[in-house]
């Protein structure tokens, strides 16, 4: 059966990433197995949930397939990948080495997880707006952005050309620093990376003068964006690691949101576009051909004898091109408009065709 995680979190599918974070610390207080009251199921379950709606791609999978999906291998899925885990030595009073559980729990008690893979540079965000014609057929945007950005003179090593690597005094070489912590259900030994060589264990003799030894630092970068054909208002671009960047680990990723004009004529409808078309009441009884200008060239479009206002005309593969490198079609809702005051000679015409019973 499938689990309806923001349920379990009582949150809503609208929840930002901190109201989602602040729903799981009240719940896992609640339930840890340590606590008079605690429910180590309800907390696993809760673990569960949080694993996957705070992350931006699995959240996005569970969205689309449940936990259910294929993403989430049916039934038994555990994010965390800490499935069985046995609490019964997590006692008050005792030393537990929190280096070797999750992230959820290095986030829970305020510790780190040892080791530089875990570190990773901040995802930013941004939104441009794209003209209607762009969002159909796809398009190549530059923007500018202010980050922390590798630094480009020591290549993110923070150290002086020709400087030498010196043991880092602050870990003695260890690249972690393990510190004891209290808490309400007893201490916890917690590992965070060094500061001062962000976890490789040593330092440059001489730093570099660009960054002071940083490694990154804050600078206007240029970002080519490639918008895909057929996006739609509001979806996301994830650039892989074109986020902030720290020292001696991967960057973030940047996320841009696409905002689309509106067209003054076409509208979107999935793979179709749709327009409206005003026709004169000569031309829908005895029909004519019309040339619309679409957003890729002129089209002929016949309007057939005796058509009826709110008729859909289709104009095949003028629509929206799809990933498999069909389009869509174009649509047009026809409008037959009536005259609010015939002419004398008029008048007669259509006296006549009542008299025919028309």
Same mark, same amino acid.
Do not use: C
């Given at each position: 059966?499938?689990?309806?995680?923001? =349920?379990?979190? *009582?949150?809503?599918? $609208?929840?930002? !990433?901190?109201?989602? !974070? !602040?729903?799981?610390?009240?719940?896992?207080?609640?339930?840890?197995? /340590? !606590?008079?009251? @605690? /429910? =180590?199921?309800?907390?696993?379950?809760?673990?569960?949930?949080? #694993? $996957?709606? %705070?992350?931006?791609?699995?959240?996005? #999978?569970? &969205?689309?397939? *449940?936990?259910?999906?294929?993403?989430? +291998? +049916?039934?038994?899925?555990?994010? %965390? @990948?800490? +499935?069985?885990?046995?609490? %019964?030595?997590?006692?008050? @009073?005792?030393?537990?080495?929190? +280096?070797?559980?999750? /992230?959820?729990?290095? &986030?829970?008690?305020?510790?780190?997880?040892?080791g530089a893979q875990q570190r990773r540079g901040r995802d930013i965000s941004t939104e441009i707006t794209i003209p209607f014609a762009d969002s159909i057929f796809g398009t190549v945007r530059r923007i500018l952005i202010t980050k922390t950005s590798t630094c480009e003179t020591c290549h993110g090593s923070g150290a002086k050309t020709g400087a030498k690597q010196v043991t880092c005094s602050q870990c003695n070489g260890k690249g972690q620093i393990r510190e004891t912590r209290r808490s309400l259900i007893g201490s916890f030994v917690s590992t965070r990376i060094c500061d001062a060589c962000a976890g490789s264990g040593t330092i440059p003799s001489e730093a570099c003068d660009t960054c002071k030894g940083a490694g990154v630092r804050r600078k206007e970068e240029e970002v080519e964006i490639r918008i895909p054909a057929g996006i739609e208002a509001g979806e996301m671009i994830r650039m892989t690691g074109m986020g902030e960047a720290i020292r001696k680990a991967a960057s973030g990723d940047l996320y841009v949101k696409i905002n689309v004009q509106q067209h003054p004529i076409f509208r979107r409808d999935r793979q179709n576009l749709t327009m409206d078309m005003e026709i004169k009441l000569s031309e829908a009884l005895l029909g004519a051909d019309r040339k619309i200008e679409t957003l890729d060239g002129l089209v002929t479009v016949e309007i057939p004898e005796g058509i009826a206002s709110g008729t859909i005309l289709r104009v095949k593969e003028r629509g929206v091109p799809s990933a498999r490198g069909k389009r869509g079609d174009l649509m047009i809702k026809v409008t037959v408009k009536i005259p609010n005051k015939l002419s004398k000679k008029a008048k007669e015409a259509v006296e006549k065709l009542q008299e025919e019973g028309l």
């Open positions: 059966m499938a689990k309806d995680y923001y =349920d379990i979190l *009582g949150v809503n599918k $609208t929840s930002s !990433k901190e109201e989602i !974070k !602040k729903a799981f610390h009240k719940l896992a207080h609640k339930y840890h197995p /340590d !606590k008079n009251k @605690g /429910d =180590d199921a309800k907390f696993k379950e809760v673990n569960e949930a949080y #694993q $996957t709606l %705070s992350d931006d791609q699995k959240r996005a #999978q569970y &969205d689309q397939f *449940g936990s259910a999906g294929p993403q989430f +291998g +049916g039934q038994g899925f555990d994010p %965390s @990948g800490m +499935g069985g885990f046995d609490f %019964s030595g997590f006692q008050n @009073g005792q030393g537990f080495d929190m +280096g070797d559980l999750g /992230d959820i729990f290095s &986030d829970f008690f305020g510790g780190g997880r040892g």
